[in-house]
């Protein structure tokens, strides 16, 4: 294993060396009480000869299950509590080929594999330090996809009211999943799409961290929202900044969906409390022929006043801009607009 010290970069934000010399004492204390790495997998999405794979590597503590073979108590902060595992080495095993790379600081991974695979839901595997191999999955885009589907998660599919900080530590840490609320007719909405449109690539784009993708996971399937890929963000200090910028991450996140698929135009669905309809305009300026059109959930007054306001605006350029305060509104105007059933 690589020392941690020699392994911290030499101009990094001194936040960062800090997070990462904590996270390496975690793990030194977690290996000598006999814990070991795992790899959690995370939905991934690809193209025509390749793959984004996607996942974590952590050493996660015991768990208890229940008589459901469900965790008794899925509370938030135990989605916090594994080690993330820097500069780890992964064996990534798509179609009999294999694959080493290693994680970043965090223990994430993030990384283009070469690879042919079928359109559609495709499996293949993962390990770390020569465990036992992991199932993982990734959506395949064929070539004659035109259409996709990009949506925001907090107060657009679920309810949180993130951007007030209390609240968001509460939903966060404290809350349990089962408590947790969809956003009314967004399931029915985003179910509706995908079956309109055969084979379109489904995308979850927020600015929630990776620990919480199981419990999005889970979220997703309890409320029966479409299964899709999964682009979430690392908490915590990058290289240069104290804060990750979670606009800057939805941002590179759909200019690099414009590179890797060009002939898809895509349905960006958020909401007004997060920044999501200004982002959204400024890509649709920037990329007309990759926005099929935008769809914004307003919050209601509550919601509002939690988010600190709204961020509505009002420049939409000539794209069908929609909004309304929930899945059935959006759904109906988007029949209208030709992009549902």
């Known amino acids: 294993m690589a020392s941690p010290e020699s392994d911290v970069p030499a101009k990094i934000h001194p936040f960062a060396r800090v997070e990462y010399r904590y996270h390496a004492w975690r793990e030194r204390r977690a290996r000598e ?12 999405y690809g193209g025509s000869g ?29 989605s916090f509590v594994g080690i993330p595992v820097g500069f780890a080495q992964v064996r990534i095993t798509i179609g009999g080929v294999s694959h080493e790379i290693v994680t970043d600081r965090g223990g ?12 559609g839901w495709q499996r293949f595997q993962m ?10 999955t990734a959506f395949t885009v064929s070539p004659d996809t035109h259409f996709g589907v990009v949506s925001d998660v907090d107060d657009t599919v679920m309810v949180t009211a993130l951007p007030r900080p209390l609240v968001a530590a509460w939903n966060s840490f404290v809350v349990n999943e089962h408590a947790r609320l969809p956003v009314p007719g967004m ?9 309109t449109h055969p084979g379109a690539p489904m995308i979850y784009l927020s600015t929630g961290a990776w620990n919480i993708a199981p419990m ?29 910028s979670g606009q800057q991450h939805k941002r590179d996140n759909l200019e690099r969906l414009a590179r890797e698929f060009p002939q ?39 919601e509002a006043v939690l988010a600190g306001g709204r961020t509505l605006v009002d420049d939409h350029s000539t794209i069908p801009w929609i909004s309304a305060s929930d899945g059935a509104g959006l759904l109906q105007q988007l029949r209208e607009h030709g992009i549902a059933s």
Do not use: C
């Open 33 to 44: 009480r006999g814990l070991r790495a795992t790899i959690t997998p995370f939905p991934g």
């Open 50 to 78: 390749w793959v984004r794979v996607l996942g974590r590597v952590l050493i996660l503590p015991k768990k208890r299950p229940s008589d459901s073979g469900e965790f008794a108590s899925v509370r938030g902060w135990r």
């Open 108 to 119: 994430v991974v993030d990384v283009v594999i070469p690879a042919d695979l079928e359109p």
């Open 127 to 136: 390990s770390v330090e020569d465990g036992a191999p992991v199932d993982a």
């Open 187 to 195: 399931a029915v909405m985003l179910e509706r799409l995908v079956r």
């Open 216 to 244: 999005l996971a889970r979220f997703q399937k309890r409320h029966l929202f479409p299964r899709g890929s999964m682009l979430l963000t690392d908490w915590g200090p990058t290289h240069d900044r104290m804060f990750r």
């Open 264 to 302: 898809i135009r895509w349905l960006l669905i958020g909401d007004d409390g997060q920044h999501d309809d200004a982002i959204y305009t400024a890509f649709a300026k920037e990329h007309p022929e990759n926005v099929a059109a935008v769809a914004i959930r307003r919050l209601s007054a509550t």
